[in-house]
């Protein structure tokens, strides 16, 4: 491509769709206090993810997957471990609200498709319920899907859960 017709191509319309990618990882807590909260729902049973709000890995990994599709930085930069107002925030909170910052940049949440990876708990009862409750927070479908790491690694040896998620926003 000559430099001509880069400047061309680089100076066309805005795209209307943008996809993000996020990840998040937390290990698991020796609180037996700490709740585990995955997609919004409290999974009752399990010891708690490590981390300064909820740990929720599932709503953490949607919010920097639709905070990257529009280049809006990512959760940590939004709602940083360090400012205590956080301290144990609910994360369908701050998915809701890094929802309507992706709708204040002009953007508007299609959908988002979530991979968690954990050899326990069993997500699949809670699937639905998860779904549902990071739709509502997102204001647009969102899938889960639930894998296991076959015992491989650290979280095949069950020291945590990690969350891997897709966004698509349109204008």
Not at 22 to 41: E, I, N, W, Y
């Amino acid at each position: 491509m000559t430099a001509a017709s880069h400047d061309s191509a680089t100076s066309g319309p805005t795209p209307q769709i943008r996809v993000g990618h996020g990840f998040d990882v937390h290990r698991f807590s020796d609180d037996p206090a700490r709740r585990l909260m995955l997609g919004g729902v409290h999974i009752e049973g399990s010891a708690g993810l490590v981390g300064h709000s909820d740990a929720d890995v599932v709503a953490h990994a949607c919010a920097d997957a639709l905070l990257g599709a529009v280049g809006l930085g990512d959760i940590g930069e939004h709602f940083p471990d360090t400012d205590p107002t956080h301290a144990g925030a609910d994360s369908l909170v701050l998915l809701a609200t890094v929802a309507a910052l992706v709708r204040s940049a002009g953007w508007e949440p299609a959908n988002v498709d979530c991979s968690v990876v954990c050899e326990t708990p069993r997500l699949s009862p809670y699937r639905d319920q998860m779904q549902q409750s990071l739709s509502t927070a997102v204001g647009a479908p969102v899938s889960v899907k639930a894998n296991r790491a076959e015992k491989l690694g650290a979280l095949g040896r069950t020291e945590g859960i990690a969350c891997m998620a897709v966004a698509l926003v349109t204008r």
